[in-house]
């Protein structure tokens, strides 16, 4: 995804092809141990940090300070981003899952 030439579309469904292969690759990935998604327990594990919400002076347009709050929390190219790999319990992957975020921040980075 590093050619900006690419319209919105061609880019979405290069993505679209990428994850669906990604989801073949690893089957249909469950989180074992009992742990549903939607349980709230991810939360603790793969969230943006809470960050104060923002003023504006009058200056700033309503319109402006929705755009800079919602892309607030963006990364952007540069960006330093850390990651874990849990060693057991349920959130922990196999070799194979492991390797395909690893790949995926190498594509990214």
């Given amino acids: 995804m590093t050619h900006t030439s690419k ?3 061609q880019q979405v469904s290069e993505l679209t092809t990428r994850l669906e292969s ?3 690759r690893l089957g249909a990935a469950k989180i074992s141990g009992g742990v549903s998604a939607n349980s709230g327990e991810l939360d603790r594990f ?6 104060p919400e923002r003023t504006f002076g009058r200056d700033v347009s309503p319109d402006r300070a929705r755009l800079i709050q919602l892309l607030g929390k963006k990364w ?3 960006t330093k981003l ?11 992957a196999g070799n194979e899952q492991t390797d395909l975020v690893r790949e995926g921040f190498d594509v990214w980075s």
Avoid: K, M
């Fill in 7 to 9: 319209s919105l579309s």
């Fill in 46 to 51: 793969c969230a943006l940090p809470e960050v």
């Fill in 76 to 78: 952007v190219n540069g």
């Fill in 22 to 24: 990604l989801e073949r």
């Fill in 82 to 92: 850390r990651y874990y790999f849990f060693d057991n319990g349920p959130f922990s």
